[in-house]
């Protein structure tokens, strides 16, 4: 059973029965139906049906209507043009609306049926095929962020090895940091020796007044938290404090370690809106 859903648009109660029950529905797809244009753009564009057998004359909308309210509306979904006139001009100005098949009446269930399973059928092959090309899409730019953070990762250790400013290097790291985590602003925070607080070592597009003062106790604080379980710690919203009076919207701390001294600061990235 294919299960794809189509709408019929047609005022004929006698066309509408032979579709319904010679094609649609004896072939395993689920039948929907409007009585006429307007009605069918309205059932169109809240049930979204996979394929659309549209008559031309019918009344408050023609089917010609119907299909440039499609288009206008963005709404592609293939459409059968089931029409009384044998008329090139007329199929050819339903082909520019987007019309992917022009039946002329009186047709055989056959006939019709062809039709469908045509439509459908390119329909599907259309919809793999977008599959497809997005999937290449989201992998090339999964490869992309992948290199951008090797070169990141390169950059920073071509600059520790090649600065001999300790500032230099750290100030590298947090840049390096705010630009992977595509932030506003970034903080390397170091524990005092003496009393356990952290203070700003490095920093990147941090308020100058508040970074000249910024210290943060490890005992109450977000980035204690860090320090204590030695674990990332992710906040967003109300929660989101980096000191007392410095609020942001969302921030991500990961613990910095050192070799027999355990985790010895934290690197932060914060967004502010």
Known sequence: MAHERILV??????AQQLLKDLVVEPNGYEYLMAEDGAAGLQVAAQEQPDLIILDMQMPKM???EVLEALQQQGIAIPVIVASILDSAEVAAQAFRLGARDYVIKPFTPQEMLDAVQRTLTDSRQHLEQ???????????RRLQRQLQEL????????????????????NRVVEAAVYLAKAEEGMLLLKDEKNGDLYLRAAKDVDEKVARNLRVRVDDS?????????????????DAKVATGYLVQSLLYLPLRVPDRGVTGILG?????
């Open 9 to 14: 648009v047609d005022d004929s109660a006698e």
């Open 62 to 64: 023609s089917g010609m």
């Open 130 to 140: 977008s599959h497809v090309t997005q999937q290449l899409v989201d992998a090339n």
């Open 151 to 170: 070169n990141a990762i390169y950059t920073i250790g071509r600059s520790v090895t090649s600065l001999l400013d300790l500032d230099q290097v750290l």
């Open 222 to 238: 977000i980035a204690g938290r860090t320090i204590e379980t030695g674990r990332p710690v992710h906040v967003t919203g109300e």
């Open 269 to 273: 990235v914060t967004n502010r809106e």
